[in-house]
């Protein structure tokens, strides 16, 4: 017996993107801040996740291969930025509509979706020509199409003040990749590493389809989306830039190892991004005391853990990896880039909160101009090294054009204010 309309529409349903503002648990409950032990859990086990797979990838593939799965999980983190728009662009817009930011996420999920099975279907193609790199792409842009709307889920929580279903999805789409990985580089290859990221993202989380997005809806939202898209393009540039130039220019090899440098430094992401995403909470609840000392926490966080790994990698780095090499420069150079990577993510989710995302999509370009030109010129003198101190410079030219543009916006903020309570 054939279902009717409405059998149909219950089987379809579970496995569609529903945003949690529009009829999700979330909306059902009043919102509810993190408690502290549960953020100190999820910190625990993403950070544990990512030691092992900073431990056990380099380990387990060596420098060629573990380069190979370091540029798939890039194109996994390209198409996540890709999915949210630049920086969770539907949350923090706290300026638009409320129904406005869901149709924002939709288009997200939507446009991601897109995109990743198109890298799919060219991965397949390519890697149909016995060239590796092509299963790789074909498995980070699955991977990503599976995660994208858990993603999408943690900025419907975050508009809605709900820390702490925000911080369940918050685990999923950063530690399932890393799972599967783990277990595939004991495969000894790139290819079965990535496809582990894959399955593991397949089990965590249920599959849903995105809703089709109409092109009155996308043109609607222009305004908005190709900002946050310029932002992510130019983010993605700015964190694997150096990388890709290194790869080009000296070869895989020496691009993995320099990424056995950066790679432990970018764990130090996992303590303060979750905090970024209850700084958008508590401004979205007008919480704006406890949105400035998370602020101040998660820059400290930033640079006392750049500082603790850069010192752990240049004491232990040439006896847990032997295969590779930690020379001090790299490592200053790097740490340096990770730490003012840190303070360049919170102040410019202050210039997005305040309406100003298309300045610091703007700044962001510049930067990863300013990284391409750099890379080109000091890679081929310094190497790994010229990569480190281009990154670092670059991130140093938007920090400073970051700080500067959020100065005079709450100088006229505050400036517009005090003019409206005189006039009253």
């Not at 043109?219 to 908005?224: D, F, G, I, L, Y």
């Amino acid at each position: 017996m054939r279902p009717g309309r409405r059998g149909i529409q219950a089987l379809e349903k579970p496995f569609q993107y529903r945003d949690l503002v529009t009829g999700g648990a979330g909306q059902r409950r009043a919102a509810r801040k993190i408690r502290p032990v549960h953020y100190l859990a999820f910190v625990f086990v993403t950070a544990a996740l990512a030691a092992a797979q900073f431990y056990f990838l380099p380990r387990n593939l060596g420098p060629l291969e573990f380069a190979g799965v370091v540029l798939g999980l890039s194109v996994i983190q390209g198409a996540l930025q890709f999915g949210d728009l630049g920086s969770y662009n539907a949350s923090l817009r706290a300026a638009l509509p409320a129904q406005d930011r869901v149709e924002l996420r939709e288009s997200a999920v939507f446009l991601s979706s897109v995109v990743c099975l198109i890298g799919v279907v060219l991965g397949v193609l390519v890697g149909l020509t016995s060239n590796p790199m092509g299963w790789i792409l074909a498995a980070g842009c699955a991977t990503a199409f599976l995660l994208a709307p858990n993603k999408a889920h943690s900025s419907g929580a975050i508009q809605l003040g709900e820390e702490r279903i925000a911080t369940k999805h918050n685990l999923v789409w950063q530690n399932a990749p890393k799972l599967g990985s783990i277990v595939g580089s004991f495969g000894g290859s790139a290819v079965a590493s990535m496809a582990g990221a894959l399955v593991s993202a397949a089990f965590s989380y249920r599959l849903e389809l995105p809703r089709f997005v109409s092109w009155r809806v996308l043109r609607t939202h222009a305004k908005v989306i190709i900002p946050g898209f310029v932002l992510s393009l130019s983010a993605f540039l700015m964190a694997w830039t150096d990388t890709y130039a290194l790869s080009t220019v000296a070869g895989l090899e020496d691009a993995g190892q320099y990424q056995a440098v950066v790679r432990p430094l970018t764990g130090i992401t996992y303590l303060y991004l979750p905090i970024v995403s209850l700084i958008q909470a508590a401004h979205n609840a007008g919480l704006k005391r406890r949105e400035r000392r998370l602020m101040v926490v998660a820059v400290a966080l930033g640079f006392l853990g750049a500082g603790a790994i850069s010192g752990g990698m240049w004491l232990f780095g040439p006896t847990i990896w032997p295969e590779f090499e930690f020379a001090l420069p790299v490592i200053l150079a790097c740490g340096f880039s990770a730490s003012l990577f840190a303070l360049c993510t919170v102040v410019g989710g202050q210039l997005t909160l305040r309406g100003k995302q298309g300045l610091a999509a703007g700044t962001t370009v510049l930067g990863a101009l300013v990284l391409l030109g750099l890379s080109l010129v000091l890679i081929p003198r310094f190497g790994a090294f010229g990569a480190g101190l281009a990154s670092a410079s670059s991130w140093l030219f938007v920090t400073i054009c970051h700080s500067a543009i959020l100065a005079v916006v709450v100088l006229r903020q505050r400036a517009e204010k005090k003019e409206a309570d005189e006039s009253h």
